[in-house]
Nanobody, 122 residues
Framework: QGHLVESGGGSVPAGSSLNLSCVATGLRGDIKCMGWFRQAPGKEREGVATIDGLKSPTYVGSVATRFTISRDNDKNTIYLQMNNLRPGDTSMYYC????????????????WGQGTQVNVSS
């Protein structure tokens, strides 16, 4: 299977912005759906956003007005631009990919990255 590598996390104060990147290698051509998930310590993993092969995005809950998911197919990369970060956004952020149709954050993904940590202080 393919591999996903996330980067761009860090420790920032509330109100800051971060841009996460996920570089995909070795994915089959039919794997068009990609997304971002996050998991805080002691919490279950939750979907953040997905983006399909036509760059149509779907967002989950409270991130919809602050986060933007995008992709660059030539670079095999997706991004998550996070603005106005809050302490509640503190999580390990994971990139995922799959063949999901429709491509939605609440559906099952098969390929996962190792995550990039985002810490937001008050």
């Amino acid at each position: 299977q393919g591999h996903l590598v996330e980067s761009g996390g860090g420790s920032v104060p509330a109100g800051s912005s971060l841009n996460l990147s996920c570089v995909a290698t070795g994915l089959r051509g039919d794997i068009k759906c990609m997304g971002w998930f996050r998991q805080a310590p002691g919490k279950e993993r939750e979907g953040v956003a997905t983006i399909d092969g036509l760059k149509s995005p779907t967002y989950v809950g409270s991130v919809a007005t602050r986060f933007t998911i995008s992709r660059d197919n030539d670079k095999n990369t997706i991004y998550l631009q996070m603005n106005n970060l809050r302490p509640g956004d503190t999580s390990m952020y994971y990139c995922a990919a799959g063949t999901l149709v429709p491509c939605k954050p609440w559906r099952k993904f098969d390929t996962w990255g190792q995550g990039t940590q985002v810490n937001v202080s008050s």
